[in-house]
Nanobody, 115 residues
Framework: QVQVVESGGGLVQPGGSLRLSCTAS????????MGWYRQVPGKQRELVAG???????NYAGSVKGRFTISRDNARNTMYLQMTSLKPEDTAVYYC?????????WGQGTQVTVSS
């Protein structure tokens, strides 16, 4: 049973930074794609940043230049470094891993950007 677990959310002031972590229960090499999504009440879950097959990295336009996705294969962990945070970045952030037609989701971690 694959598990992915997020950590690192919290309350931060506008302009601040946070780093989210997502640790998988197996090697992240086993997944075709991994990424970070976020969701606010009443809206669809949206891709924030992700690794696709072939080493392609995608970012949502709203976070380009402010967020950086990375991974540590030895630790089976993916990160999202978030800087210059804005109130509109407030959301529950989810880790996703995909292979063979199956998506695995973490439980989500709340990020709140507020003064």
């Amino acid at each position: 049973q694959v598990q992915v677990v997020e950590s690192g959310g919290g309350l931060v002031q506008p302009g601040g930074s946070l780093r989210l972590s997502c640790t998988a229960s197996e090697s992240i090499f086993n997944f075709v794609a991994m990424g970070w999504y976020r969701q606010v009440p009443g809206k669809q879950r949206e891709l924030v940043a992700g690794f696709a097959s072939g080493g392609i990295i995608n970012y949502a336009g709203s976070v380009k230049g402010r967020f950086t996705i990375s991974r540590d294969n030895a630790r089976n962990t993916m990160y999202l470094q978030m800087t210059s945070l804005k109130p509109e970045d407030t959301a529950v952030y989810y880790c996703n891993a995909y292979r063979g037609g199956t998506n695995w989701w973490g439980q989500g971690t709340q990020v709140t950007v507020s003064s």
